[in-house]
């Protein structure tokens, strides 16, 4: 029981990390109906940017709002510049442009910062919260930080004009035209915030998994399967299915000898193939409807 | 509203040109096959095993390409498909002594059988569900094929030796000619196959599915049958693809067949051009010297901004983060071709020669 105690709280740690990975992949989902291949190269970039600060002397909370900043301004250009061209261009094209994306991230982080394992302060530190051995004080600052933002997106999408204008564009593009609303850059802001979400995300996990250019290929693995699980369409959904994947994987890695701990991977891809089988809509999402 | 279904693939309508002269394409195809007969007599061993790595390359990117051209469906997996067929022929040679001639159709049929399961739940994954699907698919390959109980087979981290074959006594020939003849000869054959697939009645239907799945049923296809086949069609050569490279390579490891090597056979379908069957060919260029060309830009250009600039911008060219920046120069080179010619090369092609025969067209009218 202590040990599925231990389990579960870790689940949920790292569980926050693939709920921001989440998130960011449902901002995008949102706006342009893609999902953004490259969400955990754009998110490992960021990291680096923050630890390029920090390694020229800044402090760690600057560096934090920079970076997130930085990679917001980021997203918008990304958006305009690559994505927009493509908008009207077929699929296949929006998924080699992700990849070259992917690529020019990942290989161009390599060559800018080498491939090295890097390590990444944490504010948080890594004592036992409450001075218990459950969970340690890094793990509960990553939980706390997804919450807020998750409480942060829903007062600005429930609460602001612009979110409600983002809402709009996303969910009836020609009608939000039509009163007014300029769509296109309800996109890019999209997903300027999505990759600031991201570089959140990646801040969070480089203390656990260490800063290099391939940290995040799995951690965008395992945030697509949170947000399929929870729903394409669903932020809250998203970042719920995130603990979810979180918590099954470790669950998993400890109590199902073998192939929990070795094929942490292959549960992600079982996960994502069920899930998409038997409730293509995920967990909290609206059924897609079309008419022919 | 009413859906006009999203167009997933850009095919360019066929070369009208060279349609219009069947003699012309016969005289190209065979002068082509036979510069491909003489060339390991005039080069030296390495690059003819370049060249059968072209061809293999070439052999994927087609599976691929029924796929993703053809049929209208993603994948950003078939670096599992092919590992999975590399594996088969490897592990039936090196446990279980099988001739290497008969791991290439057992490499099939454990591909086909494979991508046939896959493709059934990919009848509820459209588009990009289907590319998600496929990209868990590619991640999580190289641990399955690490995975502890099947080390017995598998070889673990290691991986597999594989023995090359020796050519048969009665051709004066090396090994790597041998390998070259024998690849050839495979893909001459899964080349024609695919030809013939693509122009029978099976393949207008693959390509009505493609083109707008609502009218394809309406008009009696079995959009499930066929997608699912066209899958399975598609592992199938991408798995023969994968054996023949643990032939050529003669080893195989877990990690050769990771999502990079997905996104290389993506680059190949997209610069060889989506929905053709020779493009598929010079995607397999593509593939194994893209990375070089790239590497080659990147030292260039960048060598030549650091002197043009006398020294003052020091861009680090020389060590060994070159890899990176060639990385990222592939990259550049895959937007420039999304943007600039859309249809790949074949696209191109097509588009040259359909202007010249315009322009030719008019001045004989005028």
Redesign the interface.
Known sequence: MELLLHQVMAGLATGAIYACMALAVVMIYQAIDHLNFAQGEMAMFSTFIAWQLIAWGQPYWLAFILSVAISFVGGVLIERVLFRPLHKAPILSNLVGFIALFSILNSGAGYIWDFTIKTFPTPFGHKGLFGGTLIDTHEAGMIGVTLGMLGLLYLFFRGTRLGLAMRAAAANPESARLVGIRVGWMTALGWGMAAAIGAVAGMLIAPVVFLEPNMMLGVLLYGFAGAVLGGLTSPAGAVAGGFAVGVIENVAGTFIPYFGRELKLTIALVLIVAVLMVRPSGLFGRREVSRV | ???QP?????VPASLPALRRYPALQHAILAGAIVIAVILPFLTKSFIIFQLTQVMIYGLAILGLNLL?GFNGQ?S?GHSAFYGFGAYTAAILMHNYDVPYYLTLPAAGGVCFVIGFLFGL?AL??Q???L???T???A??MP??L????LEAWTGGVQGLVVDQPDPPSFLPIDTDRWLYYFTLMVVLIMFAGAWSLVHSRTGRAIMAIRDHP?AASAMGINASLYKSLTFGVSALYTGVAGALGALVVAFVAPDSFS?LLS?SL??GL?IGG?GSIPGCLFGGVFVLFGPNIAEFVATRLFGAIERFSGGLIALQVSD?????????V???I??L???VM?AGAAGFVRLVVGRLSRSRQARTNG
Do not use: D, W
Request: hydrophobic residues 65%; proline residues 5%.
């Open positions: 509203m009413t859906a999203e167009e997933t693939v850009a993703t993603f950003l739940p509820r994954l588009n990009l569900y590319a998600l699907a990209f868990a698919l991640i999580a641990q399955i690490k995975f502890h109980p609502i999502f996104v993506l680059v997209v989506v060994s983060r070159a890899i990176g920046l060639a990385g990222a592939y990259g550049v895959l937007l071709v999304i943007f859309p």
